[in-house]
């Protein structure tokens, strides 16, 4: 089996964790994170959401985080919009680039935005004529790809067509969400090949949830395919405010401890990404399910090989 020899991964613990947060994450804690998160090698951070506060009180303070965070050369600091507001106040601010996001099922997506996929089309334009007017780079999110708490199984083919109706606004990258955990295996291979089929030339980000402890699973099955591109989330923060039980993402240091022993590179340091889990874990509300910050590197207990005599 032949993997890529690198991986981009891209944290969205910051947005994507602490959106769903119980507990009242204050500012200084956001700020502390992303900087944190900014020197353990990662060059690519989902920062924060320009979303209506009503929607995720969590982001209420979005715009004080941006401007405290102490941006770190080299490291591309995005923002996750979800219509033409979102992308001018993101856009004003100064972010590095912009997420616009859509469900692959109505259902989803009406609980999320209260639009129909259909309906959010012009969002997606908006969004792609604010960033391309601010010469910012834009990419797109496609949420319940692999499965909807709502419809169930969604089919490859009904992917395949909304991330061509995407792609027709001018989105170059999309990133394949398993909202809520219903992801398998094949199924990521039902939805990569389709898409690949649609669009060959489209870069492909997956976005895995553990929910029901098929995350790296996944994650392999990707790999399997060529895709070096993930988002994951420190301690394995997250979830989804409109899907019942939706508990988190893969966690970040998890994905990297495994691809480090996969001899695939990510320019990461894990004992930094361990020293952040811990911060994070400060001000969250229940235990981070992250497994390795919990068992420790397998460097930390795997000695020489012994040799029977």
């Known amino acids: 089996m032949t993997y890529p020899d ?24 956001k700020i502390a994170l992303i900087d944190a998160l900014s020197g353990t090698g990662l060059r ?30 080299g490291v591309f600091y995005s923002a996750l919009v979800p219509n033409r507001k979102g992308a001018e106040i993101a856009a004003e601010a100064g972010v590095d680039g912009m997420q616009v996001f859509i469900a692959a099922t109505d ?24 960033a391309l007017a601010a010469g910012m780079p834009v990419e797109g999110t496609i949420s ?33 969400g398993d909202t809520t955990g219903m992801g398998t295996p094949r199924r990521v ?15 492909l980000n997956m976005h895995f949830h553990d929910t029901r402890g098929t995350g ?12 070096d591109y993930f988002d994951a989330s420190i301690g394995g923060m997250g979830g989804s405010p409109y899907a019942e039980g939706a508990t988190g993402n893969i ?30 874990q400060g001000f969250i509300s229940g235990t981070l399910p992250s497994k390795v910050l919990t068992a420790g590197p397998r460097s930390d207990v795997a000695g020489p090989v012994s040799q029977a005599g």
Request: negative net charge.
């Open 6 to 29: 690198s991986v981009r991964i891209r944290e969205v613990g910051p947005r994507d964790g602490i959106q769903s947060e119980k507990a009242d994450v204050a500012t200084k804690d």
């Open 44 to 73: 690519l951070i989902e920062a924060v959401s320009f979303v209506s506060p009503k929607a995720i009180p969590q982001m209420a303070d979005a715009r004080e985080v941006w401007q405290g965070i102490s941006r770190r050369e």
């Open 107 to 130: 259902s989803y997506n009406l609980k999320n935005v209260k639009r129909t996929v259909e309906e959010s089309m012009p969002n997606v334009a908006d969004v792609v004529a604010v």
């Open 144 to 176: 319940t790809a692999f499965g909807c708490p709502y419809e169930g199984d969604v089919a490859p083919d009904r992917v395949a067509r909304v991330s061509r109706r995407m792609a027709d606004e001018g989105i170059g990258a999309i990133s394949y």
């Open 189 to 203: 291979t039902e939805v990569i090949e389709a898409v690949r089929a649609e669009l060959p030339n489209l870069t």
């Open 216 to 227: 790296l699973a996944n994650v392999l099955a990707a790999l399997e395919l060529g895709i």
């Open 251 to 280: 966690a970040t240091e998890d994905l990297v401890h495994m691809l480090e022993d996969m001899n695939i590179d990510t320019g990461i340091d894990l004992a930094a990404l361990l020293d952040a889990a811990r911060l994070a």
